[in-house]
């Protein structure tokens, strides 16, 4: 068997063992059991072709479990893969070597789980968080150093990992709280970046970290009566008159503590809201239980607008949400009464769905909603599945037990059912009605009549059951009809099911009790058919019953039968029906198996209880690392006021940057405000506040001719500068240089170019700043030299008029002037890799000729080599769902030593996928990836302030991320071109100004493929905390360009 697929793999040629590979893991895939390939197989893992070897590594994963002998001896092997210089085969020989489970090679797990840890490539991390609690299952002893690798893992940044780690930590160590402190805020900044399962994984394990560091935020509506609000505890009387109705509610207020959430716990609940837009349903189910175990209940409601959209999904998908949902209901039913159309059933729902929306549909009934519940029960009713028109009489009457309005009602409509043709419709009404009766018996007389009547009739055994126990236990109600009941029940007793003959004999018990007269011999002739009956449960009671109510000469002077009334007839309570999801169901955790299948599940683990005080939250503040950008040997200089005193806030911005730091805030802030952090600057000399008051002319200048102006234009020297329309070009330039020498590290550049710019033209003086800069980008790595081809257009032209687009120019396209090139490449392919071929690719923001949607990428070729490259050109190409490409024009040659550009258009569908594609030549093909930045998928829009605003009204909420920053002094002045080097935006014209507002600047852009407006707000305040607000339909672009310009502000 198999034997032409081992001959294959015994051949010399790759492309036989690639196709037989290719075989083997298809049968795999089908189901098909290849273990006894496995000596076959295992030999060729040392094969030098990477496509052979990563399908032997999948085999192997497969089967080495099995194989665990065979596995062994390729062990060097997979400890050479270890080292190989694919990530790929790293990572499959370490997945493989953690799936042989033999004690022995523990120790070499361990080792290749502590070199992946420090791996290079995220993925081979990630293979290495996934090996960890599979060495934890094989040896528990090893539980200590896994810890310490977990804890190290933990801090990696990388979005690959993070899940797969958490994941590590909850099979390990999940009680190892201290573990996850420092690394809290960070965990709840990536989980909108994170991978679905690992979504899932994260949300789980905070979800049992915030129920052991946080109080419990609904603690004391409990204590509240019920005739007050405890929303309207916020609520401040607006007449006087409201004030005095409502004394007893505030002197309730003033008895209850005041709850104030943690700035974390606001954290973790706002970086979840997002998910719940996942496609995932189980990162909206995560979600969902995060908000009910952790959210105030106030604050719940937003996850069920994502939960009934799950319902549009497949059928298991909707069992257990509606699980789910049933069990929410029966606490919190205000949240879903606003989707009670989405409950009702369909006609293409199977049984089980239909039982569920059933459940939920009964346990939202109220008072305003129940005609309209009843009203759609009637439709269920009629339904021919059988099993669900049980249910559906079953949910009436938990309706009429729990509103007592509608009691009546629904006992008249059930009595009616009595009368359907179906044997099955009419047996489980009658059981339902003999719950009912029991709370008001003495009223439904004719009720009880009717049924008697229909004892004959009735075939199903409960039926019958709950019929003769009814005219039992109100036999007083119904005299002249009980005896003869007796009477045609005791003709066809042997043949009833035990159930009625328990009722039958129950009957006769208390029938002979109340009318012995006309009872007694059918009594004694029932107990005695029961003395010989096949159950001995028939028997037991009847021998029981008999010496209860007929004792014997012997026992007639006992006490017992003259309490027999008391014992038979004894007043029993209604019963109360109550939802099957209320009781044990509840004690399990929203969303986990045990809760699906109200049973407790192997290695479930109970939610924690909230503490009484909250534990110190000082244990998740991490220290910012601080970083000094000088040189090694180098010291801080203060200048020469006298030569420096017209650039003084260039000295104020080099002191600051290399001296000191200030952090903004850590964390995203709440809407609410809740989580603000904020830090305050340290270290500020005197003279550091003097420089801050130092104004030099432009800004002077500026600030007069605003003062007159009927607008008051924003207090910030770029856009005082630019709104004044003066054409002081000494002003400019002063601007530039303090971005310069903020940017800059390094003190002898700056000195160089001061000294120069102590009084040149004004047009020399700005071309020397543009070759400043350039010389500054190269970080003082190398003395610079600059090119004499680069263009020597200053540095202020593009962003003068990008700043200047705003004001409306009569038929300027500000769409193009804003589109300013970022200046940063990123490198395609290496010269080495290349074989003397290098690649980079930029962003030059131009629009692309190709297509409106596709965003323009300027290509750089190099030929390192000694001879020339031809025929370059784009190969194949791997596209994900959606990307588009123009491809660049092909190259016919490159001569050594030389370089040649081209371009291409690339619609990345307003994501950050990457394009995959082969870079051929004429002898080689090289496969490289293009990467994109989040703020080259925007571009440019011309945009007003009156439509700016209500834009940014309409993209609030979720669409929203708002936070505020510290911004440092050596910034402040180069705040737009920060921000234009992110995001590609234009500046929307503002007339707003305030005293205590030092720069307030809007930006506008639009996604190039859909065309979704990005919104983008800073407004520094005179204390230097800036607000960001950046608003945009796409929350991932949204959420991604809010962090980066945050990072860029700080």
Request: glycine residues 4%; contains cysteine; aromatic residues 6%.
């Amino acid at each position: 068997r198999y034997d032409d697929l081992k001959n294959m793999l015994d051949q010399n040629k790759d492309f036989l063992k690639l196709e037989a590979m290719k075989r083997i893991i298809g049968m795999i895939a089908k189901g098909k059991n290849a273990s006894s390939l496995f000596p076959a197989v295992v030999k060729n893992v040392a094969c030098k072709n990477i496509e052979v070897k990563k399908l032997v590594y999948v085999y192997l994963e497969r089967y080495a479990e099995e194989q665990q002998d065979l596995a062994l001896l390729s062990i060097s092997t997979f400890q050479r893969g270890l080292k190989d210089h694919n990530q790929l085969i790293r990572a499959s020989a370490l997945r493989v070597l953690s799936s042989i489970r033999v004690p022995i090679i523990v120790p070499i797990m361990m080792l290749a789980i502590k070199d992946g840890m420090t791996d290079m490539s995220p993925f081979v991390r990630k293979t290495a968080a996934h090996a960890i609690p599979k060495l934890y299952s094989l040896d528990p002893d090893q539980k200590e150093s896994l810890i310490e690798i977990i804890d190290k893992l933990l801090s990696d940044r990388t979005t690959l990992v993070a899940g797969s780690v958490v994941m590590a930590y909850q099979e390990v160590c999940p009680e190892r709280v201290d573990l996850v402190h420092r690394h809290f805020r960070k965990l709840c900044n990536l989980l909108v970046d994170v991978d679905e399962w690992g979504q899932i994984a994260i949300l789980s394990m905070l979800t049992r970290y915030a129920r052991t560091q946080f109080t419990d935020p609904n603690k004391y509506i409990f204590l509240i009566p019920f005739y007050v609000e405890y929303d309207s505890f916020d609520d401040k009387p607006f007449y006087e008159e409201e004030s005095s109705s409502d004394s007893d509610e505030e002197k309730i207020k003033e008895k209850l503590p005041k709850y104030v959430m943690d700035p974390d716990h606001r954290l973790l609940l706002k970086c979840s809201k997002p998910l719940l837009q996942s496609r995932n349903s189980a990162v909206v189910m995560a979600v969902a239980q995060l908000y009910y175990h952790l959210g105030p209940r106030q604050e719940v409601s937003v996850v069920a607008k994502a939960l009934v959209r799950l319902l549009r999904g497949r059928r298991e998908v909707q069992a257990v949400v509606l699980q789910n949902i049933a069990s929410m209901t029966l606490m919190r039913k205000g949240i879903f009464e606003a989707f009670l159309k989405s409950f009702y059933v369909r006609s293409t729902d199977p049984t089980h769905i239909r039982v569920m929306k059933l459940e939920v549909l009964t346990n939202l009934a109220t008072e305003s909603n129940i005609s309209i519940i009843l009203r759609e029960f009637q439709t269920y009713v009629r339904s021919s599945d059988k099993q669900f028109v049980a249910h559906t009489i079953q949910a009436i009457a938990r309706c009429a037990t729990n509103i007592e309005e509608v009691t009546d009602t629904c006992l008249a409509g059930l009595v009616s059912l009595l009368s359907n043709r179906d044997e099955a419709v009419v047996a489980e009404s009658i059981v339902v009605i003999k719950k009912l009766l029991q709370m008001n018996p003495s009223q439904h007389c004719d009720i009880i009549k009717h049924m008697a009547r229909l004892v004959d009739n009735i075939q199903v055994p409960m039926a019958k059951a709950s019929i003769l126990w009814l005219i039992g236990e109100y036999s007083e109600f119904v005299p002249k009809i009980a005896p003869d009941v007796l009477r045609k029940a005791v003709k066809h007793f042997p043949s009833q099911e035990n159930i009625v003959k328990l009722q039958i004999i129950n009957l006769a018990a208390k029938l002979f009790i109340t009318n012995q007269r006309q009872t007694k011999l059918l009594a004694q002739y029932v107990l005695q058919l029961g003395k010989y009956d096949q159950s001995y449960d028939i028997r037991d009671r009847s021998r029981f019953i008999r010496h209860l109510i007929m004792p014997s000469s012997e026992l007639a002077n006992g006490q017992i039968h003259k309490h027999a009334k008391k014992i038979l007839l004894a007043p029993k309570p209604a019963p109360v029906l109550e939802s099957p999801f209320k009781g044990s169901r509840d004690a399990y955790q929203l969303g986990s198996l045990s809760h699906a299948i109200n049973a407790e599940a192997n290695g479930y683990q109970k939610l924690p209880d909230f503490p009484e005080t909250q534990p110190d939250p000082s244990v998740r503040t991490v220290e910012p690392v601080t970083t000094d950008r000088r040189r090694p040997g180098r010291t801080a200089r203060s200048k020469p006021p006298k030569k420096k005193s017209f650039y003084s806030d260039e000295d104020s911005s080099e002191e600051s940057e290399s001296g000191s730091s200030s952090s903004g805030s850590e964390d995203s802030e709440s809407d609410s405000g809740d989580s603000s952090y904020s830090e305050s600057e340290s270290g500020i000399s005197d003279s550091d506040k003097v420089k801050k008051k130092t104004v030099t002319p432009a800004l002077a200048a500026a600030s007069d001719i605003s003062s007159d102006n009927k607008f008051h234009f924003i207090k910030h020297p770029l856009m005082m500068a630019y709104s004044t329309g003066q054409t002081n070009k000494s002003g400019y330039t002063t601007l530039d240089s303090e971005e310069s020498s903020g940017e800059s590290g390094s003190s002898s550049s700056e000195e160089e170019s001061s000294e120069e710019e102590v009084k040149p033209p004004p047009k020399r003086q700005t071309k020397r700043k543009k070759e400043t800069v350039n010389l500054l980008d190269l970080d003082d790595f190398s003395p610079p030299s600059v090119s004499p081809s680069k263009s020597s257009t200053s540095l202020l032209t593009p962003m003068l008029a990008s700043d200047l687009q705003g004001l409306s120019l009569g038929g300027a396209n500000h769409v193009e002037m804003a589109g300013t090139s970022s200046g940063k490449s990123y490198e395609l392919l290496h010269r080495v890799t290349g074989g003397g071929l290098s690649a980079k690719y930029r962003y030059p923001r131009s629009p692309c000729i190709y297509s409106d949607t596709m965003i323009t990428v300027e290509l750089e070729f190099t030929n390192s080599s000694d001879s020339p490259i031809q025929n370059i050109h784009i190969g194949e190409k791997k596209l994900q769902a959606g990307l588009k490409v123009h491809d660049f024009a092909e190259i016919d040659a490159i001569e050594p030593g030389s370089s040649k550009t081209s371009t291409m258009g690339i619609d990345f569908c307003d994501t950050t996928q990457p394009l995959v594609f082969d870079i051929c030549t004429k002898s080689r093909k090289f496969n490289v990836s293009v990467k994109i930045p989040v703020g080259e998928l925007v571009k440019p829009v011309s945009m007003a302030q009156t439509e700016f605003l209500n834009q940014q009204g309409i993209l609030s909420g979720m669409n929203e991320n708002k936070g505020k920053v510290n911004v440092p002094e050596t910034i402040q002045s180069s705040i737009n071109k920060k921000v234009m080097e992110i995001v590609n935006v234009c500046i929307v014209p503002s007339t707003q100004s305030n005293i205590h507002r030092l720069v307030y600047v809007l930006y506008a852009g639009k996604t190039a493929h859909g065309g979704s407006v990005l919104l983008l707000s800073i407004d520094l305040s005179e204390s230097g905390e800036a607000k960001l607000i950046v608003n945009c339909d796409k929350m991932v672009i949204g959420s991604m360009v809010f962090k980066q310009v945050k990072e860029a502000l700080t």
